[in-house]
C-alpha cells in the first residue's frame, strides 16, 4: 500500500497576500496532520476583472517573501506560467498527474463552499482534492453542514469542514486602505508591506 503524502493547496489571487492567508495555512497543518501547504498565486482569474491585479510575478514574489523562514510552505508558478484564463480544475488536475503519490487538501473559505456550483468544472476538482471549507463564525454549521451535503450529493467527492477563526482582514480592503494613505502594518507580513511600499503598488486609483 502507498504511503501517501498529505499536501494542501491553497489558491488566490493573493492581491497582496495577508496574514488571514497566513493564518489558514498554518491552522490546516496543525488540523490536517499536512506535511505542506502549496500556495498557488493565480494567473487570470476568469472570475475577477483584471483591472486592478497585478502582475502573477509580483504576487508570486510578495507569497514567497511570506512563506519565508517556514519550511511548511511552499509557493508555486504553475498558475501564472499558463496562458489564458486560470482554471483550478486544471492545476489540480496536474499536480495529481504529477505527484500520483499525494492526496491533495484545497483550503478554501466559507463563502467558496456557497459557490461552488458557479466554478468550471465543480465535480473535476473534487476528483482531484479534499475540499477543505474553513468555517468561520459567522456562518452556521448547520448551514454548512446542509451545504456540504447538497455539494457531495451533486458532486461526490470529500468535503472538510475545519473550524476557523473569523478574520475580517481582505486584500480588498488591504488595497483601499493603501489607495486612501493609511496603515496596513499588521494586516500583510513585515516583508510584504516593505515590497509594497518599495514598488507603490495599489496607491493609484486603477488598484482598487
Known amino acids: 500500500m502507498i504511503d501517501m503524502k498529505k499536501i494542501g493547496i491553497m489558491g488566490g489571487t493573493f492581491n497582496p497576500i495577508h496574514v488571514g492567508h497566513m493564518m489558514l ?18 494567473g487570470i482569474p476568469y472570475m475577477k476583472a483584471e483591472n486592478g491585479i497585478l502582475p502573477g510575478t509580483e504576487r508570486l514574489h510578495m507569497a514567497e517573501l511570506a512563506a519565508n523562514g517556514n519550511e511548511k510552505l511552499r509557493c508555486l508558478d504553475v498558475e501564472i506560467k499558463r496562458k489564458g484564463y486560470t482554471y483550478t480544475y486544471e492545476t489540480l488536475e496536474l499536480l495529481k498527474k504529477q505527484n500520483p503519490d499525494t492526496e491533495f487538501f484545497f483550503l478554501v473559505g466559507a463563502d ?26 459567522d456562518v452556521t454549521m448547520e448551514k454548512m453542514e446542509k451545504k456540504r451535503k447538497e455539494l457531495l450529493d451533486q458532486f461526490g467527492g470529500s468535503i472538510i469542514l475545519m473550524p476557523f477563526v473569523r478574520m475580517s482582514v481582505s486584500s480588498t480592503e488591504i488595497r483601499e486602505r493603501i489607495r486612501k494613505g493609511r496603515s496596513v502594518r499588521y494586516m500583510v507580513p513585515d516583508e510584504v508591506l516593505s515590497y509594497i511600499e518599495e514598488k507603490g503598488f495599489y496607491r493609484d486609483e486603477k488598484s482598487r
Open 25 to 42: 495555512a498554518e491552522w490546516a497543518v496543525e488540523e490536517l496532520k499536512l506535511e505542506e501547504v502549496w500556495v498557488v498565486p493565480t
Open 112 to 137: 467558496c463552499l456557497f459557490s461552488l456550483e458557479s466554478w468550471k468544472y465543480p465535480e473535476k476538482i473534487l476528483s482531484n482534492c479534499t475540499l477543505v471549507a474553513a468555517v468561520r463564525n
